[in-house]
């Protein structure tokens, strides 16, 4: 019994029952039933209650006359009980159900006597549906007949009159109850005194009896049978043996806590003191609901390894969830909160696998090539030989879909044997989704951080923040501020989650993030980490991942034995020219699964299918989805390859300009950006400037109208490093010749002819050894960015590198100059 139960249960305000009614007493019941109600006698004042009444049924536990109860009511029978009894006079039946589970109960599943109720007060349950009613107990009753509608069960009552012979025998006992709950009292610590004050103002047998049946820790069989019980004196007297061994408990308990003090520090002692109070419960038979709640989580604090501070915080919560009443609400949202700190991993860590051959083995098992990565990696874990606890590296993967970006997260985890967790930040735009909310909010939880390591269950896995660069904002909040202290080696050993409201040490996560550009990323953040480019893959790396990892689990995904179909390089390498156009391998991915199905279909036909040639792929795949172009595309003046870095990785954009008669303007199209079309208004500028050198009449500038293309005129295109391509598709316009075949470009333009240095190469490159291309055209800043291309595909590739415009068009159009 605590402080706020006591008050909650029994100090309610007398004015909330209504004018018609006094206080309620449970003095002797006299009865006058006629053919639709009854009278019962309350505070001295006889009131008519019907006969037949709403029955709210409730679930382990009871009201007695006298008392003041909150009940939280939800199933829709006891809401429309409720409405019924406010259409009415208030009145109610209350009945406690045999088995808690039952959302319908029969009369069999009720037991055989209640409690006549006024409702007093009834409000909006939070959180969730339902309302909470105070109700005040005003008789015993029996229950004769249930009578179940539709709409709410209702029962035929007859109220139990009570038997109290004014004896010096019944004095004596109700002295003794007095005396005996006065005693308990000083006894026990989580009894306040104000409820001796409370007793001591009881003068009335029946009263007092009732409400000491209420507020102890009696077994719900015994409490019933009090309930039952007309005679008060038999109530009395099973009452003085509840309270004679309550409070032989409590000297025990006592007598024991004061010798242990002087042997045992503060957490021994209470543990200890803990478990004997348990053992003294199950020895009686005594054990409610709330002391194995309250035990166990008590048993769970000491056993648990927190810090101090946590472990005060935990034993403060569930010393205030033993004072709030069980139907409370707010004990639930204690209790959660106290389970959160207890399930969170503050100091379980695994260990790391810091063997680095091992390490680098595994690795290279799961990804071909990608080398930084795994340089990184391996840094890290050297650097773990020298010291114990360094701080962990907080790595941004950027590259291209499909790259391996967040499998490769897994295998980092893998080779270190870590665990590892996974957070998808894309559309992510509450700030609360990182940092949890506080407490006093309905439903509040922590954030994916905190949510993430109780997952993982350890305090340093390896936690990946996918699609970093697709976080949102909005007037909830901004989730990338809030990942600054996530992602802060600075500040992360204490990292605050709202919900929690301790300090969370996060500076033993190996955090990795994955993005597909940085530019989306706000500055501050993306100065944090660490930047390591996945720009893609080459022809030549993407055949041997295939014949490494993708037809591998594709067969093994298809139910098909290892080896059973033959793919040879010929087959992958046609499927990688005619069928993908990537950075990454998933449409690879994708193509490989299709021939897999066919051939799982061919054989479960009763087939016999071992490999597959060339010429099959297109009755498998259907005709090639890409072609090479360039060279028709090429066929006449006007037209150029420009290279184009996009998110998913380097692209190739064709520059088309046309001369028509008409005023001297500029067209362009293709949806360009400001930057584009300022790119293209140099370059037209340029060859103005110079087309005495360059041979190009002026009247063609002051005569016709030029239009310049890009043509995927549905995709937005911004960036100055078409400059260049735009210059020489002018150039070839209006000198009539055709741009040198296989020849691709890139460089930013100046009004004098400059050729400025862009970014990107290492993507621009490889999309071009994609589409076939022979020819690059770089400025020639960007030569040193060369080192960064595979050595195979710089083999395969003739590179031009010019610093202005002139050196540019002797490259591009060397019958022009």
């Known amino acids: 019994m605590s402080e706020e139960e006591r008050k909650s249960k029994q100090t309610a305000p007398s004015e909330a029952i209504p004018a018609e009614g006094t206080e309620a007493s449970s003095a002797p019941v006299e009865t006058a039933e006629t053919a639709e109600s009854v009278e019962i006698d309350v505070g001295g004042q006889r009131l008519p209650i019907p006969v037949e009444l709403p029955l709210l049924p409730v679930r382990n536990t009871l009201v007695f006359p006298g008392t003041h109860v909150p009940l939280t009511v939800g199933r829709p029978l006891s809401l429309g009980a409720i409405s019924a009894a406010a259409k009415g006079h208030g009145y109610l039946a209350v009945v406690t159900q045999r088995r808690p589970d039952d959302e319908q109960p029969g009369r069999d599943d009720l037991f055989g006597v209640g409690a006549i109720v006024r409702v007093t007060r009834v409000t909006e349950s939070s959180p969730g549906p339902g309302v909470v009613i105070d109700v005040i107990g005003l008789a015993r009753c029996e229950v004769r007949e249930l009578i179940a509608t539709p709409e709410m069960l209702r029962v035929r009552v007859r109220p139990i009159p009570e038997v109290l012979d004014q004896t010096p025998e019944a004095e004596a006992a109700r002295r003794t109850v007095q005396r005996l709950a006065e005693e308990l009292i000083e006894l026990r610590d989580d009894l306040d005194n104000e409820f001796s004050e409370i007793l001591e103002r009881i003068s009335d047998p029946s009263r007092l009896s009732d409400l000491i049946a209420y507020m102890g820790n009696l077994p719900l069989d015994q409490k019933i049978a009090l309930l039952a019980q007309p005679d008060v004196l038999s109530r009395l007297r099973v009452l003085i043996r509840y309270l004679m061994r309550e409070v032989r408990i409590a000297q025990v308990s006592r007598r024991f806590a004061e010798r242990a003090a002087g042997e045992l520090d503060e957490t021994h002692r209470k543990k200890l003191l803990r478990e004997q109070l348990r053992k003294i419960r199950e020895e009686l038979g005594e054990s409610s609901d709330q002391a194995v709640e309250e035990d166990e989580l008590r048993a769970r604090i000491d056993e648990a390894d927190l810090p101090d501070e946590v472990q005060a915080v935990c034993a403060r919560e569930v010393g205030r969830m033993v004072s709030i009443p069980s139907h409370s609400p707010e004990r639930s949202v204690i209790r959660t909160y106290v389970e959160w700190l207890l399930d969170l991993p503050w100091r379980k860590q695994t260990q790391d696998n810091l063997d680095l051959a091992h390490?680098?083995?595994?690795?290279?098992?799961?990804?071909?090539?990608?080398?930084?990565?795994?340089?990184?990696?391996?840094?890290?874990?050297?650097?773990?030989?020298?010291?114990?606890?360094?701080?962990?590296?907080?790595?941004?993967?950027?590259?291209?879909?499909?790259?391996?970006?967040?499998?490769?997260?897994?295998?980092?985890?893998?080779?270190?044997?870590?665990?590892?967790?996974?957070?998808?930040?894309?559309?992510?735009?509450?700030?609360?989704?990182?940092?949890?909310?506080?407490?006093?909010?309905?439903?509040?939880?922590?954030?994916?951080?905190?949510?993430?390591?109780k997952t993982a269950g350890s305090n340093n896995p390896v936690f990946m923040l996918d699609e970093i660069d697709k976080v949102g904002t909005d007037y909830r909040g901004d989730p990338s501020s809030a990942l600054l202290e996530v992602l802060d080696p600075e500040q992360n050993d204490s990292f605050s989650d709202h919900y929690l409201e301790l300090a969370f040490d996060l500076s033993r996560v190996l955090f990795v993030a994955t993005a597909n550009r940085?530019?989306?990323?706000?500055?501050?953040?993306?100065?944090?980490?660490?930047?390591i480019e996945l720009p893609g893959y080459t022809a030549r790396e993407k055949l041997e991942i295939a014949k490494r990892f993708v037809v591998p689990r594709q067969l093994e995904d298809h139910g098909l034995p290892p080896d059973s179909i033959q793919l040879s390089d010929d087959v992958i390498q046609r499927t990688i020219e005619d069928y993908t156009r990537e950075a990454g391998v998933r449409s690879l991915d994708r193509n490989v699964a299709a021939l897999v199905r066919k051939c799982a279909l061919k054989k479960a036909e009763g087939e016999e299918v071992s490999h597959i040639d060339v010429q099959q792929l297109g009755d498998l795949l259907g005709p090639a989805t890409f072609t090479q172009q360039q060279a028709e595309r090429m066929e006449r003046p006007g037209v150029s390859t420009g290279l184009v870095w996009?998110?998913?990785?380097?692209?190739?954009?064709?520059?088309?300009?046309?001369l028509m008669e008409g005023k001297p303007i500029l067209k362009l199209t293709g949806q360009l950006g400001d930057v584009m079309r300022e790119s293209a208004e140099a370059a037209l500028s340029y060859l103005r400037t110079n087309a005495a050198r360059l041979e190009i009449p002026q009247e063609l500038f002051e005569k016709n109208e030029i239009h310049v293309h890009f043509p995927a005129g549905a995709m937005k295109k911004e960036g100055p490093s078409a400059g260049v391509t735009v210059l020489v598709a002018l150039a070839s316009l209006l000198c009539g010749k055709r741009v040198r075949e296989g020849l691709s470009m890139t460089g930013e333009i100046t009004l004098r002819g400059q050729v400025l240095p862009v970014g990107g190469v290492k993507e621009k490159v490889l999309a071009a050894h994609r589409a076939g291309i022979s020819d690059v055209m770089l400025p020639s800043r960007n030569e040193k960015d060369l080192e960064e291309v595979p050595e195979e595909v710089r083999e395969e590739l003739r590179f031009h590198f010019v610093s202005d415009a002139l050196e540019a068009l002797r490259v591009a159009l060397p019958e022009c100059t």
């Open 359 to 453: 390490a680098k083995q595994i690795l290279d098992e799961d990804h071909y090539d990608l080398q930084a990565v795994k340089d990184r990696i391996l840094e890290y874990l050297a650097v773990r030989h020298l010291i114990d606890n360094p701080k962990g590296p907080i790595l941004c993967f950027v590259g291209p879909p499909g790259v391996g970006k967040t499998s490769l997260g897994k295998s980092i985890a893998r080779a270190m044997g870590r665990k590892f967790v996974r957070t998808s930040l894309g559309g992510v735009r509450d700030e609360a989704e990182i940092r949890g909310h506080r407490r006093t909010y309905v439903g509040a939880m922590p954030g994916r951080v905190v949510q993430n390591l």
């Open 518 to 531: 940085t530019d989306t990323i706000p500055p501050p953040l993306l100065d944090r980490m660490e930047i």
């Open 646 to 658: 996009t998110p998913v990785g380097g692209d190739l954009v064709f520059v088309e300009a046309a």
